[in-house]
Each structure stands twice: as structure tokens, then as C-alpha cells.
């Protein structure tokens, strides 16, 4: 069973930020945070992962609050290209990824 | 090349049918996952090995699912006697250890008629 909740869906305006939520309130102190998208007819991507600072590379940034009960993954300036659904995962040791139904976000011209 | 690698991409089967969907990891990734995408749905867990060993196969919905990975490398999920409820996209991902990012292929399309 996933360990996250995430809205079903949200539209975002191109060019703008998007910024995706997930809550893991039941997360324990070794398992990380990980961001995946899936692009229709495509597999999984994945995005960036952390454990409990917040973390940046060249996809997007991911901000974990302190309880670590929840995080957002921000797409900075969002692309038609970022249309997609994206999961939030928590994962510890060698446990395969379990994936929920993840956010389905619209980019909009 | 560089990434992993599935075929068939599509894979149409008679029902009763027995199907072998391939996957050929990223080269010298330790671990191997197999999973079942139904339409609109997250990707369901199937499969897992470490090197050749399979490490966990809870997520193989009945024993009509094997998978193998003889020599640590190329792994095949193989499905007997196919039913409609097998269709569905299977996807194959491998990673270089635990905790690392891994990587998926495009995917096989079973669809069983």
C-alpha cells in the first residue's frame, strides 16, 4: 500500500511554478523521499529524492518539512513538456518503489 | 545503448496463450524490478532480484507468472496460459544498488484477445 496521499489532479499555467504536494504523515526516520513522473506512454522518471533537507537539481527542487510529514516538489517554470503524472514515493533499504496514484498535472499554454 | 531495454514493445496474445516479455537492464545495475500497469493506474510491483537471486515475488499475482534472471543481467517475465486480465503494460526497471534512482524501460503492451 502507498504511504502517500496526493491530489488527483492540478492545472498549471506555462511558465509558471508548479508546485506539487504529497503528504507522508505516517514516514519513519529511515525512509526517503522520492519523486517519479510518468509521461503518457512512457515509463516512470525519475525526478529527485531526499531525506530530510531540502533538495535541488536541474528537473526541480523538493522542500521536506521538519516533522518530515510532508513535502512539495516545485517545477520551477513549468514546460507543456511537464505534462505528466507525478508519484510521490517514501523508501527505505531495498523495498521496490510502490506507487500510488500520483498527481496527474496539466501544463497549460 | 544506455538505457533499459524491453521487447517486445507490443505483444498481442490469444487467450490460453503462454507469452516471455524480455528486459535488458542498464549494464553492470544489480537490482531488477518487474511491474504491471493497467490502464490508468500506478505501476503494481510484481518482481524483484539482486544479481540473478530473486529476492521478492509477492507482487506476482498467480502461478502463471514466473520471472527469471539466470545470469544476473537479462531478466524475462514469462506469463502461461494468458487471460484478458493479464493485458496490461509491463514495465521493467534496474537500479545500480539500494536508494538510487532507478530506471525504467518504455514498457511492453500485452493485450490479450
Known amino acids: 500500500d502507498a504511504k502517500t496521499t496526493q491530489p488527483t489532479s492540478m492545472d498549471c499555467a506555462e511558465g509558471r511554478a508548479a508546485n506539487l504536494p504529497c503528504n507522508h504523515s505516517?514516514?519513519?526516520?529511515?525512509?526517503?523521499v522520492y519523486w517519479y513522473r510518468q509521461i503518457h506512454s512512457q515509463g516512470p522518471q525519475y525526478i529527485i529524492h531526499?531525506?530530510?533537507n531540502n533538495e535541488t537539481n536541474e528537473m526541480a527542487s523538493l522542500i521536506i518539512t521538519e516533522d518530515r510529514k510532508s513535502s512539495t516538489l516545485i517545477l520551477p517554470h513549468a514546460t507543456l513538456r511537464d505534462t505528466a503524472v507525478y508519484y510521490c514515493?517514501?523508501?527505505?533499504?531495498?523495498?521496490?518503489?510502490?506507487f500510488g496514484k500520483g498527481t496527474r498535472l496539466s501544463v497549460i499554454a | 545503448g544506455a538505457g533499459v531495454s524491453q521487447s517486445p514493445r507490443y505483444k498481442v496474445a490469444k487467450r490460453g496463450q503462454d507469452v516471455a516479455l524480455r528486459c535488458d537492464p542498464i549494464?553492470?545495475?544489480?537490482?531488477l524490478f518487474w511491474y504491471q500497469q493497467a490502464l490508468g493506474q500506478g505501476p503494481e510491483f510484481l518482481t524483484y532480484?539482486?544479481?540473478?537471486?530473486?529476492?521478492?515475488k509477492s507482487g506476482l499475482p498467480s502461478d502463471r507468472f514466473f520471472a527469471e534472471r539466470p545470469e544476473g543481467s537479462v531478466s524475462t517475465l514469462k506469463i502461461q496460459r494468458t487471460q484478458q486480465e493479464d493485458s496490461a503494460v509491463y514495465l521493467c526497471?534496474?537500479?545500480?544498488?539500494?536508494?538510487?534512482?532507478?530506471?525504467f524501460g518504455q514498457g511492453t503492451r500485452l493485450t490479450v484477445v
Open positions: 526497471a534496474s537500479s545500480a544498488r539500494d536508494r538510487t534512482e532507478a530506471f
Open positions: 505516517t514516514i519513519s526516520g529511515n525512509e526517503y
Open positions: 531526499g531525506l530530510k
Open positions: 514515493i517514501v523508501l527505505s533499504g531495498n523495498t521496490p518503489l510502490v
Open positions: 549494464s553492470g545495475h544489480v537490482s
Open positions: 532480484f539482486q544479481n540473478e537471486a530473486q529476492l521478492d
